[in-house]
């Protein structure tokens, strides 16, 4: 998918709402649905992606329910019947308020996200090129469901005739410096990506991401996440010229670190990489290949640190969790 075959969103659509996914169902095609849950004596919506207009054929049958709690069914229907159900015991939608629920397709499952936190992930129990339409029905107004492309997450790295100093290429089991960086600008996400570090954080567990800072760029921010507090955020302020780390954990922040030992390792127009990796006592963080801070643990339970969400004024070009 090149970005003049980008497709439109739709905006304001009624519901319920049936329409195409142009191209079918790619690998990395991130799909956005925003809109709020109406105050009604219906207890369920629900977004398919689903093989044509019937609904006979659905690869994955997102469920939310106001009922006994709140919980949310996932599942597939093949040739009009339904597979098992699988349900997550908890409800991250509230009548009368907005949503922001993005699903991300990848190679085994889709990834599902709602008001930006990590939610769920489902294994795929049909082919996902199969599918070509999205349909959403139940007590639901949206103000749009927008595609961002496959070629955004997945842009490779190709060899070009301008090589962009101290940056480094994501290698199995190494990294190189002064590797070439693709100067080909990508549109920035409508929203952070986020993905699932399996297994959580340990000690040993690095990270990588790989990317190029828009020219423009106020600033950009890399979180590892456990649910909603965010155990480590790496804060990138081009206008002070700061990279800020901090955790915040039940909603309030803690106390800054911006100590460099250099000058702003970020450069608008630039690519960059960023390592971190996790040990004992914390993370040691490098950038373009070069050490530049330690950031001590202050949220302990890293199994349970497992979303990595990247976010702001920069191209993605990869990441290695």
């Known amino acids: 998918m090149n970005v003049s075959s980008v497709q439109p969103p739709f905006m304001n659509p009624s519901v319920p709402f049936t329409g195409p996914i142009h191209g079918g ?22 977004v398919n992606f689903q093989t044509s207009f019937s609904d006979q054929d ?38 009368g308020n907005p949503f922001e629920l993005c699903f991300l397709v990848k190679k085994k499952k889709f990834q599902v996200t709602v008001n930006r936190n990590f939610f769920l ?19 639901v ?23 962009v100093t101290h ?6 089991g190494q990294m190189l410096s002064n590797a070439v960086i693709p100067p080909v600008m990508y549109p920035s996400p409508t929203y952070p990506y986020f993905t699932a570090i399996h297994g959580g954080v340990h000690p040993g567990k690095s990270i990588t991401v790989l990317g ?43 106390t800054e670190e911006t100590y460099l030992p250099g000058s702003m390792p970020f450069s608008r127009g630039q690519g960059f ?18 050490h530049l801070f330690d950031y001590n643990h202050r949220l302990q339970n890293l199994p349970a640190i497992n979303v990595l969400e990247v976010g702001g004024d920069i191209q993605l070009t990869s990441l290695d969790t």
């Open 273 to 290: 990489s960023v390592g971190i990796m996790c040990e004992d006592t914390g993370y040691k963080v490098a950038v373009n290949s070069q």
């Open 212 to 254: 190029t800072v828009l020219p423009s760029a106020q600033r950009f921010h890399i979180n590892l996440r456990s649910g909603s507090d965010i155990a480590f955020q790496i804060n990138s302020c081009f206008n002070k010229n700061s990279v800020v780390r901090n955790t915040r954990i039940n909603g309030s922040w803690g």
């Open 167 to 172: 940056t480094m290429q994501s290698v199995p």
């Open 25 to 46: 169902l790619q690998e990395g095609l991130q799909i956005t649905v925003t809109g709020i849950v109406h105050q009604s004596s219906a207890t369920r919506f629900a």
């Open 121 to 139: 992930q489902y294994i795929h129990r049909m082919d996902f090129h199969k599918v070509d339409t999205i349909s959403v029905i139940g007590p």
């Open 58 to 95: 659905i690869a994955f049958h997102f469920n939310p329910r106001f009922e006994e709690g709140g919980y949310v069914v996932c599942n597939t229907r093949q040739g009009g019947s339904w597979g098992t159900e699988e349900r997550k015991m908890q409800m991250p939608f509230q009548r």
């Open 141 to 163: 107004g949206l103000t749009n469901i927008s595609f961002q492309p496959p070629r955004f997450w997945q842009a490779s790295i190709a060899p070009i005739t301008q090589t």
